[in-house]
């Protein structure tokens, strides 16, 4: 029998982990190593453990799950990344593909949703909880084909960084707030909105809004009138 490949799990709720850890321990094929609460503390545990699959939360106390999966990406190349997350939203689903992840599973899935998403990214699939709404999925599969006709366009041009918070801009972040989630000054979060405005030749929130829509990054049909 082959070894069972390593899993490290990220959450910042104790009893989840615990509910995943149990889940795991069904498949004598895979076998928690590790787990973390926090962003800094999974790099860290990454480094000792190096994890072949990571169950990873996006909303983490220390920053953002979609950055992490960069970090991941580059400390262990071959790692494979499922998340699980409470959201279903597309344009978090669509970024955490598009930052690397294989595997996307909501928080109220279950079990055997879970196990068959380790079961695909271990085969070099991809997994798409089919928890998640047709409608949905259908709007990511559509995302999907702008992004590929996008490589050159002024989207295009725009750090990920800066793409990250013309996603919350379009989504109704006040610079304030966005500056609460990614750790940095309000000032840095008007700068990026600045060049983000320059670069993709917008006037105003309202233009951001409509070309975020329209490139499939925001729900446009889930927001208020």
Excluded: C
């Amino acid at each position: 029998m082959s070894q069972a490949k390593r899993l490290l799990v990220i959450d910042d709720h104790p009893l989840f982990r615990e509910g995943l850890k149990a889940i795991v321990s069904r498949d004598p094929r895979y076998v928690v190593s590790a787990e973390a609460g926090s962003g800094a503390e999974a790099l860290q545990l990454a480094r000792s453990v190096k994890p072949e699959i990571i169950l990873l939360d996006l909303s983490l106390p220390d920053g953002s799950g979609l950055d992490l999966i960069g970090q991941f990406k580059t400390q262990l190349p071959t790692v494979h990344i499922v998340v699980v997350s409470m959201h279903a939203k597309l344009d978090l689903i669509a970024a955490a593909f598009k930052a690397g992840a294989e595997g996307y599973l909501v928080k109220e899935s279950t079990a055997e949703r879970l196990l068959q998403a380790l079961d695909a990214v271990a085969r070099e699939q991809q997994y798409l909880d089919s928890a998640i709404s047709p409608k949905v999925v259908q709007k990511l599969l559509e995302f999907s084909t702008r992004r590929a006709q996008m490589t050159d366009s002024a989207y295009g041009s725009l750090t990920q960084r800066e793409q990250q918070i013309m996603r919350l801009l379009a989504d109704g972040w006040t610079s304030s707030a966005i500056a609460g989630k990614l750790f940095i000054t309000r000032k840095t979060v008007e700068n990026h909105r600045a060049n983000i405005m320059s670069k993709l030749g917008l006037k105003n929130l309202a233009d951001l809004v409509r070309y975020a829509a329209r490139l499939g990054l925001i729900d446009i049909d889930a927001m208020p009138e």
